[in-house]
């Protein structure tokens, strides 16, 4: 999948992002509070709808592409707007949805397919090419309703590709964490195709991928020349984590291996990194809010450049605030944000003559008002 672009509006609390268009590698800078991280939650928002989950007073429209890239389509919706009740509680007042009622439904849901519209839904119907449906759930998508159907199918995987990164996945005691059996996914496509963990994922790669473990092992100790090697095994203890795959790193001039909970978040995250570069499926849109988050300055360097340098077929939509991030990524790629009152506005580097060159490009952008403030009342 590839996001092209996006506009998203929250009726319930008053918040709208204006038309935004997306690149291979979009990186959203600009002032703290105005709407980077939403924006993001905004694209996995239409992931969850897309998996069949209701969200009040929703109305969205994106453009996007297949892996393949040879298909556009746009998909453009809106849910009812229920109001919410308040709770009265010391010392706040608590927001929230009444339990007792039924989930919001859908108003409307166009799909099209090269600009020709294969679905028409509004309250009372669906029209599924030209054909109309049997009675279906009104709270749900016609993506998760019809996901089984030529072309709703491509698009229900394609927003199943959509990757949020906050915190270090790998850590000795993720919830997630299961354990695998060594005979699961045979090769590299498998792998990479499948919902797995990144940390299973890695583990199978050891085993099964041994020519991309490599890659990523190498990738991993560059970044580090205090680690002499990488190793992903099936733990023993405790009893309860008994066949999760656990990561161990061995450093010059240490004879014992270090634990995973030994390895700092630095590293547990710049692995993360390095193996969803590897390990994701094609056409993968990864989401990373603050890049710069749990990293040193020699993570953020090298993790930057391994971005920059990927050959996969991936989308990334960052945030950052950090200066080596923003002045090592193109200004072309760059979207400023800002916002007045509850609606947000992307707007390309171009738009204020930044200059040629990344430094001098940077040097403007930490000086604009748009950057600095970027809030209008």
């Known amino acids: 999948m590839r996001i092209i672009s996006l506009n998203y509006y929250d009726q319930s609390c008053k918040w709208r992002l204006e038309s935004t268009s997306f690149k291979r590698l979009t990186l959203l800078v600009g002032a703290s509070g105005v709407g980077k991280t939403q924006i993001l939650n905004s694209i996995l928002s239409l992931k ?8 009040n007073g929703v109305k969205w429209k994106i453009r996007f592409s297949t892996f393949d890239q040879k298909d556009i389509y746009l998909w453009k919706g809106e849910f009812e707007n229920r109001p919410v009740r308040v709770e009265k509680m010391w010392p706040d007042a608590l927001l929230k949805e009444d339990e007792n009622k039924e989930p919001p439904k859908i108003i409307s849901e166009k799909i099209y397919l090269n600009d020709s519209l294969i679905v028409d839904r509004n309250q009372d119907r669906i029209i599924f090419k030209d054909e109309k449906t049997v009675k279906l759930p ?10 089984e159907e030529d072309h709703i199918s491509d698009v229900h995987r394609s927003f199943q590709k959509i990757l949020l990164h906050h915190q270090p996945e790998f850590g000795p005691f993720f919830p997630a964490a299961t354990p695998v059996s060594p005979d699961k996914h045979q090769n590299i496509e498998e792998i990479q195709e499948s919902d797995e963990s990144p940390r299973t994922k890695l583990y199978l790669a050891s085993l ?8 990523i092992r190498q990738r991993f100790t560059d970044m580090f020349p205090f680690v002499e090697d990488l190793k992903t095994e099936p733990m023993s203890e405790p ?7 656990s990561v161990q790193i061995r450093e010059r001039g240490v004879d014992k291996w270090i634990k995973e909970g030994q390895i700092s978040s630095g590293m547990h995250r710049t692995l993360l990194h ?3 570069l590897y390990l994701c499926t094609k056409g993968t849109v990864i989401l990373v809010d603050e890049f710069e988050n749990s990293l040193g300055i020699n993570c953020i360097d090298e993790l930057t450049n ?4 990927h050959e996969r077929e991936l989308q990334f939509i960052i945030t950052s605030h950090h200066p080596y991030v923003i002045n090592n990524i193109s200004s072309s790629n760059w979207k400023l944000i800002t916002r007045k009152a509850g609606v947000v506005t992307a ?5 204020f003559n930044l200059g040629k060159s990344r430094h001098e490009a940077f040097t403007r952008l930490i000086n ?7 809030i209008e009342a």
């Open 48 to 55: 969850n709808i897309s998996r069949g989950i209701s969200i």
């Open 138 to 147: 009104q709270e749900q998508s016609v993506i998760h309703l019809l996901k």
């Open 208 to 215: 099964n991928a041994k020519d991309v473990f490599e890659r």
């Open 239 to 245: 009893f309860f984590m008994r066949g999760v795959p």
């Open 274 to 276: 390095i193996s969803e």
């Open 306 to 309: 391994v971005l920059l340098a």
């Open 347 to 351: 707007r390309d580097a171009g738009d």
């Open 368 to 374: 604009l008002d748009e950057y600095s403030e970027g």
